[in-house]
């Protein structure tokens, strides 16, 4: 069983958004992870120091989170939170069934052949639709892998190591 991480990195605060403080938010997670009834998140610094603020709202829009805080009231307070991270509680996130993974537990990950070659580590997750794409940032190349079972043969999240069968053309 995996446990769960103290905080999770859900998004990145890249830009304000009106003259009240509103910020842009890089999601780093499905949006549809993020609960409806998400009342707080902690600001994250790049010295990792955080701190709590309650959300006053949250608005999705694709892979953009539009975040309004209850003490951030103008846009000059809102700029210095550009590049820091937002981060929530690893309780928050609901327990997966096994065999379905949240994007943060693979993204990171070492990805090798059945045969054993390594192939590069996971860079990004991204939706096609019918299945999730997971982008490999290939020691020699990028790979983009289906995340598909005659594609995705291993994942082991403890171990951050994926195993892979490689289709004709990837």
Same mark, same amino acid.
């Given at each position: *069983? +995996? $446990? !769960?991480?103290?905080?999770?990195? &859900?998004?990145? &605060?890249? !830009?304000? $958004?009106? %003259? $009240?403080?509103? *910020?842009?938010? %890089? #999601?780093?997670?499905?949006?549809?992870? &993020? #609960?409806?009834?998400?009342?707080?998140?902690?600001? =994250?610094?790049?010295?990792? =120091? !955080? !701190?709590?603020? +309650? %959300?006053?709202?949250?608005?999705? #829009?694709? $892979?953009?989170?539009?975040?309004? %805080?209850?003490?951030?009231n103008d846009v000059d307070l809102a700029k210095t939170f550009v590049g820091c991270k937002i981060v929530i509680p690893g309780n928050m996130f609901k327990e997966l069934p096994e065999g379905e993974y949240y994007w943060r537990d693979i993204i990171g990950l070492n990805v090798y052949t059945e045969e054993g070659k390594l192939l590069g580590q996971i860079e990004s997750v991204f939706p096609t639709g019918s299945n999730d794409v997971y982008v490999c940032k290939g020691v020699e190349r990028e790979i983009l892998l289906p995340a598909i079972a005659d594609v995705i043969k291993f994942i082991d999240i403890d171990q951050r190591v994926m195993k892979v069968k490689l289709m004709e053309g990837l």
């Amino acid at each position: *069983m +995996n $446990r !769960k991480p103290d905080f999770i990195i &859900i998004g990145e &605060i890249v !830009k304000t $958004r009106g %003259l $009240r403080g509103c *910020m842009k938010v %890089l #999601s780093f997670v499905d949006t549809a992870d &993020i #609960s409806a009834g998400l009342e707080f998140v902690y600001i =994250q610094d790049n010295f990792e =120091q !955080k !701190k709590l603020y +309650n %959300l006053r709202k949250i608005d999705i #829009s694709g $892979r953009f989170l539009f975040v309004e %805080l209850d003490t951030i009231n103008d846009v000059d307070l809102a700029k210095t939170f550009v590049g820091c991270k937002i981060v929530i509680p690893g309780n928050m996130f609901k327990e997966l069934p096994e065999g379905e993974y949240y994007w943060r537990d693979i993204i990171g990950l070492n990805v090798y052949t059945e045969e054993g070659k390594l192939l590069g580590q996971i860079e990004s997750v991204f939706p096609t639709g019918s299945n999730d794409v997971y982008v490999c940032k290939g020691v020699e190349r990028e790979i983009l892998l289906p995340a598909i079972a005659d594609v995705i043969k291993f994942i082991d999240i403890d171990q951050r190591v994926m195993k892979v069968k490689l289709m004709e053309g990837l």
